[in-house]
């Protein structure tokens, strides 16, 4: 049982520089989500995708944040001119229709610390 | 706009006591609602979910939650405690018009043996 797959699972970075995250969900699942989490707080919604459609952004998703889904399958999420106020945990997501009754399951995280 | 508040931010019992986690949500429909647990430095897990029907819901480890809309609350429930459920505990709930999850701020739950 392949659950949702996240890499790197840690990265430090210094402040100005460019990162990327990947996720890959559970194979039949067409709506990926990501979610961003800092210490002593809930996940906060950053965007969801419907196969390759990316149907909804947060505020929270400045201009220096991209998520893409090319093919329906895995994301990527890419921060760029990293600043300090972006270290947190990046949570990536997978489902089938939730409102249908299905789960949505979580990755394990991608940790951003930048320095 | 849809919120949650889980008003206890860290709760300490002892091995073997019962336990209950209180979630409200503000939610101008009937919502759909969750409790997931996470480990330290782990991805979230299920215990369980409420869409329709049955009020009181069973998860999975032993965990049951009450939706009562009289009181927009879905509190988290277990009979008897053990060691291994000391983790954070988050509720969120979804709307009916969105894929989206709004969680609230967690609550982390200390056991004693």
């Known amino acids: 049982d392949t659950g949702v797959s996240q890499n790197p699972r840690h990265k430090i970075t210094k402040r100005g520089q460019n990162v990327t995250f990947r996720c890959d969900p559970i194979?039949?699942?067409?709506?990926l989500y990501w979610y961003r989490q800092t210490l002593g707080q809930g996940p906060e919604f950053l965007t969801y995708?419907?196969?390759?459609?990316?149907?909804?952004k947060s505020r929270l998703l400045s201009d220096r944040f991209s998520a893409e889904r090319p093919k329906g399958s895995f994301s990527t999420l890419e921060i760029q001119r990293t600043e300090q106020g972006d270290s947190a945990m990046y949570l990536c997501?997978?489902?089938?229709?939730?409102?249908?009754?299905?789960?949505?399951?979580f990755g394990e995280g991608s940790w951003l610390t930048v320095v | 706009a849809q919120s949650v508040t889980q008003p206890d931010i860290h709760i300490t019992v002892s091995e073997g006591a019962s336990l209950e986690l209180r979630c409200n949500y503000s939610?101008?429909?009937?919502?759909?609602l969750f409790w997931y647990v996470q480990s330290p430095g782990q991805g979230l897990q299920l215990l369980l979910k409420y869409f329709s029907g049955d009020t009181l819901v069973q998860g999975i480890k032993g965990f049951e939650a009450e939706f009562k809309r009289s009181q927009s609350s879905f509190n988290l429930r277990k009979p008897s405690v053990h060691w291994s459920d000391a983790a954070e505990y988050f509720c969120a709930v979804g709307a009916r018009n969105t894929d989206k999850l709004i969680f609230g701020t967690g609550t982390r739950l200390q056991v004693f043996p």
């Open positions: 997501a997978s489902s089938l229709p939730f409102r249908s009754g299905n789960t949505i399951y």
């Open positions: 995708f419907q196969n390759e459609a990316q149907l909804e």
């Open positions: 939610y101008g429909a009937t919502p759909y």
């Open positions: 194979s039949e699942h067409n709506r």
